[in-house]
C-alpha cells in the first residue's frame, strides 16, 4: 500500500543532543512537508520542499535542518539550537489533485 | 494565502447533523476548498473539497456560496468516533507551497 511512513513513533532526547526523524514516501509525491503540532494546537509549518535538492523555510525553521537528497525522502533534525523541541511531528506528500497524505507522527520528548 | 477562520470549538450529540463553517474572505479565483479531521496523535485525513455550490461523498457535504468567502461542512447523523479537530483549508495545490493549518474547530460528540 501506498503511503507515509515516520520513524520512530516515539523519541527522546537529551538536552543538547541532536536528533533526526525519519520520513519516508512511496506516493511518488514531488512536495513533502513537516509540520509541528503542540498540545491543543493546530499545525504550524516547519520546512517543506518541492522537488529533489530544493527545500524553503516554514514558520518555525529556527532550530531544525532538513534534506531532501531522494524523492522518496525528507529527514527531520532537531537539533540542540531547537530549546523547546517536545512535541508531535507530521510529515506529510502532496498530490496537487488529491490533497495531502500525512504520516502517522513522531511524538518527542526532551528527557 | 487565504486566511480561514472556524470556531474553536462546538458540541453535538450522536445522530445530529453538525455544521462547521469556515470564513475565508480572501479567497483567490484558483484557490480550491479542502477539510481534514484529526483524531489524535494521528496525522489529519481528507475529507472533502470543493470549488463552488455542493459537494457530496460518503462522509460529508461541502457547501460554497457563490461568492466562495465561506463554507460549510455538513456531517450528517454523527457518532461518537467523529470527534476529532477538523480544519479547512483554502489551497491552490497546483502552486502548493506554505500550505497553512489553522488551529481547526474541535468537535465533540456526546452519547
Known amino acids: 500500500d501506498g503511503g507515509i511512513t515516520q520513524s520512530p513513533k516515539y523519541l527522546f532526547r537529551k538536552e543538547g543532543q541532536n536528533v533526526t526523524l525519519s520520513c519516508e514516501q512511496n506516493?511518488?509525491?514531488?512536495?513533502m512537508y513537516w509540520y509541528r503540532q503542540d498540545p491543543g494546537q493546530g499545525l504550524r509549518l516547519i520546512y517543506y520542499s518541492q522537488i529533489v535538492n530544493d527545500f524553503q523555510k516554514g514558520d518555525i525553521a529556527e532550530g531544525y535542518s532538513v534534506s531532501r537528497e531522494k524523492k522518496e525522502s525528507f529527514p527531520l533534525t532537531v537539533t540542540s539550537a531547537q530549546k523547546n523541541p517536545t512535541a508531535f511531528y507530521l510529515c506529510a506528500s502532496l498530490d496537487p489533485n488529491y490533497g495531502y497524505t500525512f504520516g502517522s507522527g513522531t511524538r518527542l520528548t526532551v528527557v | 494565502l487565504a486566511k480561514t477562520t472556524q470556531p474553536i470549538s462546538m458540541d453535538s450529540y450522536e445522530g445530529q447533523e453538525v455544521n462547521i463553517t469556515c470564513s475565508h474572505n480572501?479567497?483567490?479565483?484558483?484557490?480550491?476548498i479542502t477539510w481534514y479531521q484529526q483524531f489524535p496523535s494521528q496525522g489529519p485525513r481528507f475529507i472533502i473539497q470543493g470549488y463552488k455550490t455542493k459537494v457530496t461523498n460518503e462522509v460529508a457535504s461541502l457547501f460554497i456560496p457563490a461568492d466562495r468567502k465561506s463554507s460549510t461542512l455538513s456531517l450528517p447523523r454523527v457518532s461518537l468516533s467523529d470527534t476529532a479537530v477538523y480544519y479547512c483549508?483554502?489551497?491552490?495545490?497546483?502552486?502548493?507551497?506554505?500550505?497553512?493549518f489553522g488551529s481547526g474547530t474541535r468537535l465533540s460528540i456526546r452519547p
Open positions: 480572501n479567497i483567490a479565483t484558483n484557490d480550491y
Open positions: 506516493l511518488n509525491h514531488d512536495a
Open positions: 483549508l483554502v489551497v491552490v495545490y497546483s502552486s502548493a507551497s506554505k500550505i497553512i
